[in-house]
């Protein structure tokens, strides 16, 4: 199957101008996660959905960055406007999700699959 | 916060086991060890998990002491290839799928 897929790969932007980054999970995941790493720092949680729906936004930055996955397949993360510490390497990940009958979520602990990530300079 | 302590950095011989330790003291019964590695330039990796027994993949063994205070990744044979940053997390099992909690891991060098 394939994998997560990020999009672009690499960005360089100037100061002040908008990036909007795109992330493809694998297919069947209903679970979406951004991460990103700032130099020098650890990898840090950003947002987690669930189908389109946002479960946790709890590690956003700021209102400067927005993400979105309209229809609970793709998502986007855009960051308007852009600043010098946003720059950095941005990852998303899926997972699945046992959904049982009734609507409520198992416990299943499923692990999280990583793109290669897309780095972003802001310059 | 990370809830895992784990080396800054080892060296392994190529070939030779490589013994990876992660101290998770504070572990709750809920919560699983997971073992990620990142290689450079590339997103992280998942590698294995476990809750209280010992596990074992194509890719690596995971030995969780008894009283699930620490625990071991041990890659068999040691290539060049698995030289990356490895990452002890703990995630509790939850409904909804928790995120991943990384800290600083720890450097492995595999040294031909």
């Known amino acids: 199957e394939a994998g997560v897929t990020q999009f672009p790969s690499h960005s360089v932007i100037e100061k002040g101008q908008t990036v909007t980054l795109r992330c493809d999970p694998i297919?069947?995941?209903?679970?979406l996660y951004w991460y990103r790493r700032v130099m020098g720092k650890e990898i840090k949680f950003l947002l987690h959905?669930?189908?389109?729906?946002?479960?946790?936004e709890s590690g956003m930055p700021n209102n400067r960055f927005l993400a979105e996955r309209t229809g609970g397949t793709y998502s986007t993360l855009k960051v308007q406007p852009a600043e010098l510490e946003d720059s950095g390497v941005y990852f998303c990940?899926?997972?699945?999700?046992?959904?049982?009958?009734?609507?409520?979520?198992?416990?299943?602990?499923?692990?999280?699959?990583f793109g290669n990530g897309t780095r972003l300079t802001v310059t | 916060d990370a809830k895992t302590t784990q080396p800054t950095s080892m060296d392994c011989a190529e070939g030779r086991a490589a013994n990876l330790p992660c101290n998770h003291s504070?572990?709750?019964?809920?919560?699983?060890v997971y073992w990620y590695r990142q290689i450079h330039s590339q997103g992280p990796q998942y590698i294995i998990h476990?809750?209280?027994n010992n596990e074992t993949n194509e890719m690596a063994s995971l030995i969780i002491t008894e009283d699930r205070k620490s625990s071991t990744l041990i890659l068999p044979h040691a290539t060049l290839r698995d030289t990356a940053v490895y990452y002890c997390i703990v995630r509790v099992l939850n409904s909804g799928n928790t995120p991943l909690v990384f800290g600083k891991g720890t450097r492995l060098s595999v040294i031909a």
């Open positions: 959905f669930v189908k389109e729906s946002k479960q946790d």
């Open positions: 990940a899926s997972s699945q999700d046992g959904i049982l009958a009734g609507g409520s979520f198992s416990s299943y602990n499923s692990p999280l699959h």
């Open positions: 297919s069947g995941h209903d679970n």
């Open positions: 504070t572990i709750s019964g809920n919560e699983y």
């Open positions: 476990g809750l209280k």
